[in-house]
């Protein structure tokens, strides 16, 4: 079967963050903060390792990071952190059926109760302190 | 014959709804051809559609394929999202084709496509295979070992109180449209996961007090491409035409799994 027949739309449904409402927006957002925490994760690693490889090396390597690029990425990780806590809390709960509403039989328009204020509140709130918190960090990191 | 007086209050009535019918309105529909054993490519080919604004976008098809294009494919029954059968991408959202009125879009051109993560058969008719047998994999039906028919032909129903019927009927209320399969991002890329229908469906059961069969679905939902590969994304809910919520009866049904219920 080619792949037109099948008709799967493939990973360009990941990455449209665009349908579907805000919890489409809030699954697209933990795929590319979980994404981004594991590659900032393995830089850490290996940054910080190069402390075994003596003062010189570990200094060497301070300097690499402790520049204005390297504030940068801290304050997006900052950031990616945040949004990627609150909101995985949000899910794991979910995931434990807790916060997604009772059923009852439906009645028109048929608004889906698993997708109430509860959860979007908490998708907001979990974006709005991510940028909190990457604003804090570039106070810390860049102010006076 | 008698001549039938109509009341003037009712007259009255019957001028303004007239005056409100506005005359046909005009749109362009773009709609998806594609025989996958002839062609390579799928095209789109534009058709002028005159409606009123009471029409579905069942309708405008309907006439599409009585007045201009006979060849083209589709499949619908009820009219009335009821059957199922009319699932299709209209203006990139999986819609039922009978339960979208072309006013509502509000836009000026309709694309139609078939439903996406669905094998195509021909033009906007797809494949429901793999999702039936995903669907029929989980029983969907009441498992248990006596019968609502005795040995001495007794007949005895299985009774159950109105509150019990609440926990249930939402999931119930499923037409096996595929909507939420066609929404769901983990269906686009993964062939053999089990998909929002049918997991919905295996809670449907798990969730009627007159079943007995929650650990042998529990099993079958246990896999690598099973429940764990849902990401809670709710698009499923989204579409769904019926308001059964897939994406809550699957994080009940995963509840059961995670030890938050027993
Ligand atoms: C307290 C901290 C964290 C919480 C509560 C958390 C929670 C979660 C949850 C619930 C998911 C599943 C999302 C889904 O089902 O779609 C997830 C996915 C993921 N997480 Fe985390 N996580 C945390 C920290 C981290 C860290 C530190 C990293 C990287 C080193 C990370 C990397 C990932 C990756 C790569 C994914 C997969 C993304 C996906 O499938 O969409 N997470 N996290
Ligand atoms: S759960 Fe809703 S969208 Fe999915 S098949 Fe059933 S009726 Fe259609
Ligand atoms: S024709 Fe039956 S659901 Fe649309």
């Known amino acids: ?144 | 014959m008698a001549a039938i007086k109509i009341h003037e209050e009712n007259d009255q009535n019957v001028k303004s709804i007239a005056a409100d019918i506005k005359p046909k309105n005009k749109i362009l529909f773009k709609i998806t051809k594609f025989n996958p054993h002839v062609d390579t490519h799928m095209k789109y080919v534009d058709y002028d559609v005159e409606y009123e604004h009471w029409n579905t976008v069942l309708d405008a098809l309907l006439m599409i394929k009585h007045k201009v294009d006979p060849s083209l494919a589709l499949r619908y029954s009820c009219r009335q999202a009821s059957c199922g059968s009319c699932g299709m991408m209209i203006n990139d959202k999986p819609s039922l084709a009978c339960f979208t009125k072309i006013n509502e879009l509000g836009s000026d051109v309709v694309k139609i496509e078939p439903m996406s993560n669905f094998p195509i058969l021909r033009d906007l008719a797809v494949d429901f295979t793999q999702m039936f047998n995903t669907h029929k994999k989980l029983k969907p039906y009441i498992i248990r070992s006596d019968s609502e028919i005795s040995q001495s032909n007794e007949i005895k129903e299985f009774s159950q109180d109105p509150d019990s019927v609440e926990k249930y009927i939402q999931f119930a209320n499923c037409i096996k449209c595929g909507l939420c399969n066609s929404a769901c991002p983990t269906m686009a890329t993964d062939s053999s996961f089990m998909g929002p229908q049918a997991l919905t469906q295996a809670y449907r059961y798990v969730s009627d007090d007159r079943d007995k069969g929650k650990n042998t679905r529990l099993k079958i939902i246990d896999e690598r491409h099973g429940i764990w590969r849902c990401h809670f994304a709710g698009s499923c809910s989204k579409v769904c035409p019926k308001g059964v919520d897939p994406a809550m009866g699957i994080q009940f049904l995963r509840s059961y799994l995670l030890g938050f219920r027993d």
Not at chain 1, 52 to 64: F, H, Q, S, V
Not at chain 1, 74 to 81: A, D, E, R, Y
Request: charged fraction near 15%.
């Open chain 1, 1 to 144: 079967m080619n792949k037109q027949h099948n008709n799967r739309i493939g990973i360009k449904a990941w990455l449209n963050p665009w349908r579907y409402g805000i919890e489409r927006f809030a699954y697209w957002l933990m795929r590319i903060t979980g994404v981004g925490l594991l590659v900032y994760f393995i830089m850490h690693i290996y940054e910080t390792s190069s402390i075994l490889d003596g003062k010189e090396i570990w200094n060497k390597m301070l300097d690499l990071t402790q520049t204005p690029e390297g504030h940068l990425i801290l304050v997006l990780v900052i950031g990616m952190s945040t949004f990627h806590t609150i909101n995985g809390i949000r899910i794991m709960l979910g995931h434990g059926g807790i916060g997604v509403g009772k059923a009852s039989r439906p009645d028109y328009p048929y608004a889906p109760k698993s997708q109430n204020m509860k959860n979007k509140l908490c998708i907001y709130a979990s974006i709005g302190l991510a940028a909190l918190a990457m604003l804090y960090s570039v106070e810390v990191m860049f102010g006076e």
